[in-house]
Structures are given as structure tokens and as C-alpha cells.
Nanobody, 124 residues
Framework: QVQLVESGGGLVQAGGSLRLSCSVSGRISRVDDMGWYRQAPGKQRDMVALITNGGSTNYADSVKGRFTISRDNAKNTVYLQMSGLRPDDTAVYYC??????????????????WGQGTQVTVAS
């Protein structure tokens, strides 16, 4: 069973910064793409930033130049450094990890797992 545990959300003033972390645990052989999504009240969940196992990144246009995604493969952890926060960044932020695991019967299983979400609130 793959588990993702997020931390780092909170309340911040506009223009401020926050750093989110998400650690992946479980009987995992490999972690592939990792990413952050967000969902504001009444809206769909949207991609914020993605990072491949090799470190290639992709960002939503709305966060380019303000947010930075990174990962520590040794710790199976992904980070999201958020700067220049704006009130419209307010949302629940979810991390995602694509993992590959081997079952006790030697079968490979690919899985997409999600964190429980962490609230980010930016006050104007």
C-alpha cells in the first residue's frame, strides 16, 4: 500500500512564501512522475507542477516564475516552494506520485497515489 503524507500548508499574507513537502512510503520499487495539484472551492482539481524521475519539470502558466518543484529521490519526497503567493493561490494542494511495486507473488504493479491534501490560504 502506497501512502503519501503532505506537510507545509498554512495561512500566509499575499506576497509571502510557503514550502510544501510530500513523502512517499510503502513497498515501492520505484517512484516515477511526482507532482502537485490544487483544488479551490467549487472548482476542479488542476495541475500545478510536475517533475519526472530525471528532474524534468512542467508548470501551470499561472505559477511559472513563482513556484519551484523539486524532489529528493533518496527520500522519495517531492517539494513545492511557493513564492509571491496571491489570494487566487488559495486552495487545497494535493501531491501525486506514480509508483512501481512488486507484489509477494513477483508481479509488478503500477499505481497512482494521492496525498490527503493540505490547505494553503493566502490573505490579501
Amino acid at each position: 500500500q502506497v501512502q503519501l503524507v503532505e506537510s507545509g500548508g498554512g495561512l500566509v499574507q499575499a506576497g509571502g512564501s510557503l514550502r510544501l513537502s510530500c513523502s512517499v512510503s510503502g513497498r515501492i520499487s520505484r517512484v516515477d512522475d511526482m507532482g502537485w495539484y490544487r483544488q479551490a472551492p467549487g472548482k476542479q482539481r488542476d495541475m500545478v507542477a510536475l517533475i519526472t524521475n530525471g528532474g524534468s519539470t512542467n508548470y501551470a502558466d499561472s505559477v511559472k516564475g513563482r513556484f519551484t518543484i523539486s524532489r529528493d529521490n533518496a527520500k522519495n519526497t517531492v517539494y513545492l516552494q511557493m513564492s509571491g503567493l496571491r489570494p487566487d493561490d488559495t486552495a487545497v494542494y494535493y501531491c501525486r506520485a506514480d509508483t512501481l511495486s512488486k507484489t509477494p507473488s513477483d508481479e509488478w504493479v503500477a499505481e497512482r497515489a494521492w496525498g490527503q491534501g493540505t490547505q494553503v490560504t493566502v490573505a490579501s
